[in-house]
T-cell receptor, first 120, second 110 residues
């Protein structure tokens, strides 16, 4: 069945380094993918909409030079946190609406399992 | 601007008691409303949506356009219902951009 995977599932890095997180749609294509950020026991905040073949659309207040998004193919979007700092530590989740229509149960999209980023 | 409000950050009930998780929204149009659940150490998953008008795991939610509410209810809570619950909306149709509420952590005590 349709699944969204993320890699890595967790990552620890030093302050000032860059970290790349991959989001893949398995067994389905997605021209759009969404990237969310979730703080501990808090809501998901939409960061940006990743568009295959074009620039990502960022939500207000999200630094596009800080969070680089590349939607290289119909099954892969990457989020790169550049020059990471401790305040970037968070849980990053991607989701993908299937190109062919609604997801299972009428949901609008499939969610990835998330990536835990810890910046020391 | 679209907004989803979940007034209760934490909700604790005993097993067998009724539970209601509140959700209010603001949207200029006809949104599609959802409830998502996130169990400990698991990914976010859809619980139910207003269009389907179905009951999942004993939970129901009715869209009240007059009160702009979409409260989640279950008559008899179970321990396995303990989880984080998020109310969310989209603009409907092919607008898949979700706006989430802050979530309510439900704890069902034995």
């Amino acid at each position: 069945g349709a699944v969204v995977s993320q890699h890595p599932s967790w990552v620890i890095c030093k302050s000032g380094t860059s970290v790349k997180i991959e989001c893949r749609s398995l067994d389905f294509q997605a021209t759009t993918m969404f990237w969310y950020r979730q703080f501990p026991k808090q809501s998901l905040m939409l960061m940006a909409t990743s568009n295959e073949g074009s620039k990502a659309t960022y939500e207000q207040g999200v630094e596009k030079d800080k969070f680089l998004i590349n939607h290289a193919s119909l099954t892969l979007s990457t989020l790169t946190v550049t020059s990471a700092h401790p305040e970037d530590s968070s849980f990053y989740i991607c989701s993908a609406p299937p190109l062919a229509g609604r997801a299972r149960g009428g949901d609008t999209q499939y969610f990835g399992p998330g990536t835990r980023l810890t910046v020391l | 601007a679209q907004r989803v409000t979940q007034p209760e950050k934490l909700l604790s009930v005993f097993k067998g008691a009724p539970v209601e998780l509140k959700c209010n929204y603001s949207y200029s149009g006809s949104p599609e409303l959802f409830w998502y659940v996130q169990y400990s150490r698991q990914r976010l998953q859809l619980l139910l949506r207003h269009i389907s008008r179905e009951s999942i795991k004993g939970f129901t939610a009715d869209l009240n356009k007059g009160e702009t509410s979409f409260h989640l209810k279950k008559p008899f809570a179970q321990e396995e219902d303990s989880a984080m619950y998020y109310c969310a909306l989209t603009g409907g149709g092919s607008n898949y951009k979700l706006t989430f509420g802050k979530g309510t952590l439900l704890t069902v005590n034995p």
